[in-house]
T-cell receptor, first 116, second 114 residues
Framework: AQKVTQAQTEISVVEKEDVTLDCVYE???????LFWYKQPPSGELVFLIR??????QNEISGRYSWNFQKSTSSFNFTITASQVVDSAVYFC?????????????FGSGTQLTVLP | DSGVTQTPKHLITATGQRVTLRCSPR?????VYWYQQSLDQGLQFLIQ???????AKGNILERFSAQQFPDLHSELNLSSLELGDSALYFC?????????????FGAGSRLTVL
């Protein structure tokens, strides 16, 4: 069965600090997809990124970057120079290509608070 | 605006009652998913429909049922409500039904059972 673990329940940083959110996953499928979603205080879930298991290239989008390492089954998310608007709950999620687990399985989320 | 519309946004009801949550997917999306978010269970997958047919089932209680209509909108029916059913219910949609698809979520329907 697939599983996503976000061990950091809450993180608090001061504005302009860099912060990394950890995500570790488990799957038996060789083809799978990893996602990050953001849930701001308003409550909606906003898609940030999708990675497939064959693409281990790290990705950077503005202040956001993602580090995918199959060897350690991790897909970590770094925010550089954090801002107050980054305060939200961040979810890592996994779906498999085949079998019955094609729906998204979410981690428990990391509450990020960026203090001014 | 994500393009996924959920109604109602808020709902307060009593134990034992029945409610219906409605979802209109993003234009062009054939697949609809329902998720429940509660403090103790986190984000739990309930059920998925693709083009009117049930595609996958998760941790959906027998008291809950859903369907997707020919116009692709979906409804989640919750009956014999209990206090523990209080949660935020999300609908999401995607173009296809595979694991590769990005899910676009609606704003959610917050259900409070008193």
């Amino acid at each position: 069965a697939q599983k996503v673990t976000q061990a950091q329940t809450e993180i608090s940083v001061v504005e302009k600090e860099d912060v990394t959110l950890d995500c570790v996953y488990e799957t038996r499928d060789t083809t799978y997809y990893l996602f990050w979603y953001k849930q701001p205080p308003s409550g909606e879930l906003v898609f940030l990124i999708r990675r497939n298991s064959f693409d281990e290239q790290n990705e950077i989008s503005g202040r956001y970057s993602w580090n995918f390492q199959k060897s350690t089954s991790s897909f970590n998310f770094t925010i550089t120079a954090s801002q107050v608007v980054d305060s939200a709950v961040y979810f890592c999620a996994l779906s498999e290509h085949s079998g019955s687990a094609r729906q998204l399985t979410f981690g428990s989320g990391t509450q990020l608070t960026v203090l001014p | 605006d994500s393009g996924v519309t959920q109604t109602p946004k808020h709902l307060i009801t009593a134990t034992g009652q029945r409610v219906t949550l409605r979802c209109s997917p993003r234009s062009g999306d054939l697949s609809v998913y329902w998720y429940q978010q509660s403090l103790d269970q986190g984000l739990q997958f309930l059920i998925q429909y693709y083009n009117g047919e049930e595609r996958a089932k998760g941790n959906i209680l027998e008291r809950f049922s859903a369907q997707q209509f020919p116009d692709l909108h979906s409804e989640l029916n919750l009956s014999s409500l209990e206090l523990g059913d209080s949660a935020l219910y999300f609908c999401a949609s995607s173009e296809g039904g595979s694991g590769a698809n990005v899910l676009t979520f609606g704003a959610g329907s917050r259900l409070t059972v008193l």
